[in-house]
């Protein structure tokens, strides 16, 4: 599905699951965001990071992506290692922190029951990806976290997936001029199962930052 807008309107109802799911919790938690979570950063940034979806007591409760549960504090500790970000993540929208050169988004803007968008959401969404992609004039490289985010990411260039495989730590030429890395999402299960280590995390970031220092762009 094709759109227009990079960001979804505050109160999108593409989906219909989503937006039961998000008014279930504007009724129980009123004070959280319960909206689909723009992306954070600005437009002319050379990196874009791709999330799978806001967490139910992460960015959809903060508004900001991956900002409030244990993914945002390995993902953004790491973003100002490498430079990425400045100032002090301390897990709330108003911490003062920005993003350098980097803009985060994620496959799929809404709050999914149990973190697990269905195949049909993902496909709805992924117009919004497009859009976030083709708004970036600078774009150079993109990192996906997770192989959801992979697969939307090259879906929303019109390659074919066989062509791309998932892998951790994977390098990909989607077009001249733009690279697509990969790493397994940041998640506490993934790093509580040893499946990604904070030093594995690095080493992609490692390969994203020297790829924009040997950049002309």
Known sequence: MSHDQPEPAADCRLCER???????????????FNSPVPSFGHSGARLLVVGLAPGLKGANR????????????LLYATLLRFGFAAGTYQAA????????DCM???AVRCVPPQNK?????????RGFLAARMAAMPRLRV???LGRIAHESVVAARGLRRA???FGHGACHDLSPGLTLYDSFHCSRYNTNTGRLTPEMFAAVFADVRASLDTSNA
């Open 117 to 125: 968008p269905t195949t049909i959401e993902i496909a709805t969404c």
């Open 93 to 100: 929208p108003d911490d003062g922190l920005r993003l350098v």
């Open 163 to 165: 062509a791309f495989p």
């Open 18 to 32: 989503l937006v039961a799911f998000r008014n279930e919790s504007r009724q129980r938690e009123p004070t959280w």
């Open 62 to 73: 903060t508004g900001r992506p991956f900002t409030g549960d244990y993914a945002g504090d």
């Open 142 to 144: 993109i990192l996906a």
């Open 104 to 106: 985060i988004t994620n």
